[in-house]
């Protein structure tokens, strides 16, 4: 009976280290953002419409233009929540002012890739501060959070806004793994100075958002890989992926806030943005589709519909 059990025994550890193996390379190649940079760059996950929309698109020329033409150094802000630097472009308005915008950029991407949104802000007298999210640019690690832990920072740089300006009305607008932690920070207790949020295709929960991309990005089955993924991540001290989750956080939001969505998102898939409105619990909520347009794409595919949305709806609370 030894031998037989010795030999269950054997693989049972070898069928536990395979498990974790998995976890590991998923965890590795979804959230160190550096090597997933390399794995991009070398082709994985590209749509070319995708890439022809954007390589064509003049709004974000413009926009890119606009934001290497400032050439703005990082502004260092040492964070008491995560207990190390953290890193944002500040831009001060052409006059004195008391708007402010957090614009929050997505997973992969950087304060450039906002530079839009920025861009709108500005050009309609806010300060803008556009924070390098956890892994991502000038910030200190390689492994995202996505929006977990990133709220907290989120928090040190309200602190930050107020301390430079009491009479401060902020907005928060974030895209992608930005409207996720958008949405996440509401679920704070924030002070009066935060007066409106826009979350443009965030995710209800990393879980779930993970979950919607491991069969068609990797196909492979989403429960056990998902399930030694999360046994790896939090085992280095990151984040547990059920817990990294909008809709819950949401519930408790007192925020203003405006949900938007392209309904030919793939990535983050179009039907998570009527649960997470249904579940926010702020006093003023709306929603608005954008048709056609994919992952991210909401502000360039109609750039007149979204950004009539957003002034109207913000404009409530401060001037737009």
Same mark, same amino acid.
């Given at each position: ?84 630097? =953290? ?139 998902? =399930? ?93």
């Amino acid at each position: 009976m030894k031998k037989p059990l010795k030999v269950l025994a054997k693989a049972a550890i070898g069928a536990g280290a395979a498990y974790l193996a998995v976890g590991e390379v998923m965890y590795e190649g979804v959230l160190n953002i550096p090597l997933n940079h390399f794995i991009r760059r070398n082709g994985a996950f590209e749509n070319a419409d995708e890439n022809d929309f954007w390589a064509n698109n003049k709004l974000r020329q413009e926009a890119d233009a606009w934001y290497d033409a400032k050439a703005a150094g990082d502004t260092v802000l040492a964070s008491d929540r995560i207990k190390r630097n =953290t890193f944002a472009k500040v831009y001060f308005a052409d006059e004195k002012s008391d708007k402010w915008a957090i614009v929050i950029h997505g997973y992969s991407s950087s304060p450039r890739g906002m530079a839009h949104y920025a861009k709108v802000y500005f050009e309609h007298g806010f300060n803008v501060l556009m924070p390098h999210m956890i892994g991502h640019g000038s910030d200190k690690s390689s492994y995202t959070s996505m929006g977990y832990y990133d709220k907290l920072i989120i928090l040190d740089w309200i602190d930050y806004i107020v301390g430079l300006n009491k009479d401060a009305k902020i907005v928060i607008h974030g895209v992608s793994m930005g409207a996720a932690t958008t949405m996440m920070v509401t679920g704070e207790n924030l002070p009066s100075n935060v007066v409106a949020a826009v979350e443009d295709c965030g995710f209800t929960s990393a879980y779930e958002e993970y979950a919607s991309q491991v069969g068609p990005m990797f196909h492979l089955p989403a429960a056990p890989v998902l =399930t030694a993924a999360n046994i790896v991540s939090k085992a280095r001290r990151n984040f547990d992926f059920k817990e990294a989750a909008p809709i819950k956080a949401i519930v408790h939001s007192k925020t203003p806030t405006l949900f938007i969505h392209g309904d030919a998102d793939k990535f983050v898939p179009y039907e998570m943005m009527q649960p997470l409105y249904e579940a926010c619990g702020a006093p003023d909520k709306d929603m608005l589709t954008i048709p056609g347009a994919f992952h991210t794409a909401s502000a360039f595919f109609d750039n007149e519909l979204y950004w009539n949305k957003v002034k109207e709806f913000i404009g409530k609370y401060i001037e737009f």
